[in-house]
């Protein structure tokens, strides 16, 4: 296996935006993210201010990212490529957002995921000690999880 995981910087917002309107699961073209106030402009102003984010390669390739938000004390995003999902990516890159955020003085940490049929992401965050907490709307459920300190 050759995974490595980097800071990611607003140099790296095209990748980020590009592995997330590539995932399989909670796909989002450009027009619904920034819809959704997710727009090249407030990512970049989020990584500047209270956020931090990293990019996972595989293989040589920029495959998976994480965007932890110190304001909010929360993961914000993780998505990895398909033909990249099963190689640790997902789990290597929420650890690194946890660890942030316990750094940056956050004992518990939360994150939004969707409710669809079949998706996949709530039984991953469960595995990796997360507590489902309720639904958010639109649609989407709330998981928290304790973090160890920083």
């Known amino acids: 296996m050759s995974i490595a995981i980097r800071p ?4 790296d917002i095209p990748t980020l935006f590009r592995i997330r309107t590539a995932v399989r699961q909670n796909a989002m073209r450009r027009a619904a993210l920034a819809a959704a ?12 201010t209270e956020g931090a984010g990293w990019i996972a390669r595989d293989h040589g390739r920029d495959a998976g990212f994480s965007i932890a938000d110190a304001g909010q004390g ?16 997902g789990r290597a890159l929420l650890r690194e957002a946890e660890a942030w955020l316990a750094r940056q003085g956050w004992r518990e940490a939360w994150l939004l ?38």
């Open 8 to 11: 990611a910087t607003a140099a």
């Open 74 to 89: 929360s993961v914000f995003a993780l998505f990895v490529l398909p033909g990249h999902e099963g190689h640790g990516l």
């Open 113 to 150: 995921t969707g409710t669809g049929p079949g998706l996949r992401a709530p039984g991953f965050y469960r595995r990796l000690g997360w507590h489902r907490r309720g639904l958010a709307p639109p649609g989407e459920q709330r998981f928290i999880r304790r973090l160890p300190p920083g």
């Open 37 to 48: 106030g997710v727009t090249p402009r407030n990512v970049a102003a989020l990584l500047a």
